[in-house]
């Protein structure tokens, strides 16, 4: 007899305790940008009196990013995910992959890149079962109600499906997308039977949950039009600045006389499929006749002649904490926004934007026309635009920002006029879906 014959199956929802399923999760990710959704959503609920619960793949340990304190309020529990593990070795070892590449590192993204060919949704199918065990002991033994599955990945809701479906009305889950699944060409298979059940798998995701989050508005219109109407239970709750931050790292701007200063912050890679390289960028400012300044701070894995695109111009700094981080962006000029992908890029809003507008300095979205993230940065009258794609569309802007800088029109802007994006107001949107 399963669990859901042996107790009635009604609805157990009024509950103080929450499970939030993942793939990538601290410390065992490269990028904050990943994993800070999750982790600011759980620190919100702890705060709200909740009993915070994770279940996340283990790999190489590569930083906690200053989080170890908030970690520590939550019951943490990772499970063994090789794909995962192969995935963040690659960052775990050094902090600028492009001093030191791995002999066989050209090989293996080859393989990877096979396999998410070849695995439907992706490599953490093959582990989806052992993510599943893991989250339904501990609901039965912790008696958990609220279950939060965030992609991408997107087989973790596949974990989240099989949940559903042996628990039943007695849990109440919550589907969170931070990226479309089948909706964009990023992550949806090539072949058309690779296709067909990999939307079968979708279509199944969302019609087991009772609530269903996502991050930008195209992605609701997508689904609506991809699959069925979804709408009676989809809420957008966006990513956010945390206001509590600016008093933890404070910092004022402080102008260079004699360059102009921009900062990324984040991954960079021109591995094949990355949708961080910083290839065009860095071409641009080695060209640029003016004086410009970039610092990069994250990890940086350069395996196509670094040697012919990174300038004296370009400083790699590695991963810091994140209020460290804080505080380098108060104190730069510009502030960049990378993202060179094409599938998928019209409902991205990256998570580290908003870093950008707790900082009140112009941001810079390098990437293709139609983001999200462009749309907001231009109607908001805060930022620059360059096609990623266009080496002159990246002069050409470095260009204007240069000019704005020599006349004193790089100017901050209060938080009140991006106030929507408080953290704490979207999150604060998860409470009604916990009853």
Not at 294 to 307: C, D, E, F, K, T
Not at 344 to 354: A, C, L, W, Y
Not at 375 to 394: M, P, Q, T, V
Request: proline share 5%.
């Amino acid at each position: 007899m399963t669990a859901s014959e042996a107790q009635p199956n009604t609805p157990n929802w009024p509950s103080r305790k929450v499970l939030i399923l993942v793939r990538a999760f601290v410390p065992y990710y490269p990028s904050l940008g990943g994993v800070i959704r999750m982790i600011k959503l759980a620190n919100y609920l702890v705060r709200q009196g909740y009993e915070v619960f994770v279940v996340a793949a283990k790999g190489k340990y590569i930083s906690d990013f200053g989080y170890a304190h908030d970690i520590a309020q939550l019951k943490i529990t990772y499970y063994t995910d090789k794909a995962q593990e192969q995935y963040s070795r690659k960052y775990a070892s050094t902090i600028l992959a492009a001093t030191k590449p791995c002999q066989y590192q050209h090989l293996i993204d080859r393989l990877l890149q096979l396999a998410k060919m070849v695995l439907i949704p992706d490599p953490g199918i093959l582990f989806v079962l052992t993510q599943y065990l893991c989250a339904k002991r501990i609901i039965e033994t912790e008696s958990i109600s609220h279950i939060i599955v965030s992609s991408p990945a997107h087989s973790s809701q596949l974990a989240g499906w099989l949940l559903k479906r042996h628990f039943g009305k007695r849990i109440n889950l919550i589907v969170d997308y931070r990226d479309s699944w089948n909706c964009t060409d990023r992550f949806m298979p090539r072949g058309r039977i690779g296709r067909f059940i990999s939307r079968r798998m979708e279509a199944a995701v969302l019609r087991s949950a009772d609530h269903l989050t996502y991050v930008s508005a195209p992605m609701l219109s997508k689904l609506n039009a991809s699959f069925f109407d979804v709408s009676s239970k989809a809420s957008m709750i966006m990513n956010g600045y945390d206001l509590a931050m600016k008093a933890q790292s404070p910092a004022t701007h402080t102008s260079n006389p004699y360059c102009v200063t921009l900062g990324y912050f984040g991954r960079a890679s021109d591995a094949p499929g990355s949708v961080n390289d910083p290839t065009n960028l860095f071409r641009a400012i080695k060209s640029f006749s003016g004086t410009i300044r970039l610092a990069v701070y994250g990890p940086v894995l350069l395996q196509r002649s670094p040697q012919q695109t990174v300038s004296s111009a370009v400083s790699l700094h590695g991963s810091i904490e994140h209020t460290a981080a804080l505080r380098e962006m108060a104190r730069m000029d510009v502030l960049v926004m990378l993202y060179t992908g094409t599938l998928g890029s019209d409902e991205v809003v990256s998570g580290k934007i908003f870093d950008y507008m707790l900082a009140g300095r112009p941001i810079l979205v390098i990437g293709p026309k139609n983001m999200e993230a462009r749309r907001i940065i231009l109607e908001k009258g805060i930022g620059y635009w360059a096609d990623c794609n266009s080496l002159f569309s990246l002069q050409s802007t470095l260009e204007t920002i240069y000019d704005d800088w020599r006349h004193d029109r790089l100017h901050s802007y209060p938080l009140e006029y991006v106030a929507e994006f408080d953290r704490d107001k979207q999150n604060s949107k998860f409470l009604p879906l916990l009853g």
